[in-house]
């Protein structure tokens, strides 16, 4: 019963530091998304991807790189993590383009010092 | 002004009563889900919605597509449905895009 699934759930990073943020779903979901909440806002989309070997921009991509590394895997990396990037990240996965019920990871809680 | 908006923002009730949240959006939508989030993070799906009524348990989830507007009803609340309850809503025309509501922050008293 695993569905999604994020690691780490926490972290801290210095600024200028560089971590990858994996997820993998076993539920052989096509869709795979980024997202990240920030107090006072809703949850905003980071990059996704509609299928294995293809990724999009979303809402807020710049600073983030995403790999689709198959259909279960899809990573998100901070290059050069800065302040601004302190967050709470989320995967979520479905099965076609957010029409069905999407299902989310546990959330990463990243801090950038 | 947010493409999806939710009330009220913050929610106290007392064990039993009957809870109403409401979201209105201003966008024409295939979709529409109704998530939970619980203290601790994790957000779980309660509903997706294109059109009418779905029920499960004591959660009750209504959309008008006319008045661009839904409301998801808590009947004989608990204090486990103590959570964020988050909208958002998937434009038409094929976007990849879930537009996220704030949340609604309930708080439910014993």
């Known amino acids: 019963n695993a569905g999604v699934t994020q690691t780490p759930k926490f972290q801290v990073l210095k600024t200028g530091q560089s971590m990858t943020l994996q997820c993998a779903q076993d539920?052989?979901?096509?869709?795979m998304y980024w997202y990240r909440q920030d107090p006072g806002m809703g949850l905003r989309l980071i990059y996704y991807?509609?299928?294995?070997?293809?990724?999009d921009k979303g809402e807020v991509p710049n600073g983030y790189n995403v790999s689709r590394l198959n259909k279960r895997e899809f990573s998100l990396r901070l290059e050069s993590a800065a302040p601004s990037q302190t967050s709470v990240y989320f995967c979520a996965s479905s099965t076609q383009l957010m029409n069905t019920e999407a299902f989310f990871g546990q959330g990463t809680r990243l801090t950038v010092v | 002004k947010n493409e999806v908006e939710q009330s009220p923002q913050n929610l106290t009730a007392q064990e039993g009563e009957f809870i109403t949240i409401n979201c209105s959006y201003s966008?024409?939508?295939?979709?529409l889900h109704w998530l939970q989030q619980h203290p601790g993070g994790g957000i779980v799906s309660l509903f997706m919605?294109?059109?009418g009524k779905k029920k499960h348990g004591r959660l009750i989830a209504t959309i008008n597509i006319q008045e661009k507007h839904s409301s998801l009803h808590i009947t004989a609340s608990h204090p486990r449905d103590s959570a964020v309850y988050i909208c958002a809503v998937r434009a038409q025309g094929g976007s990849e895009k879930l537009v996220f509501g704030k949340g609604t922050k309930l708080t439910v008293n014993p």
């Open positions: 991807s509609a299928s294995e070997g293809t990724t």
């Open positions: 539920m052989n979901h096509n869709s």
């Open positions: 966008v024409g939508i295939s979709a």
């Open positions: 919605l294109s059109s």
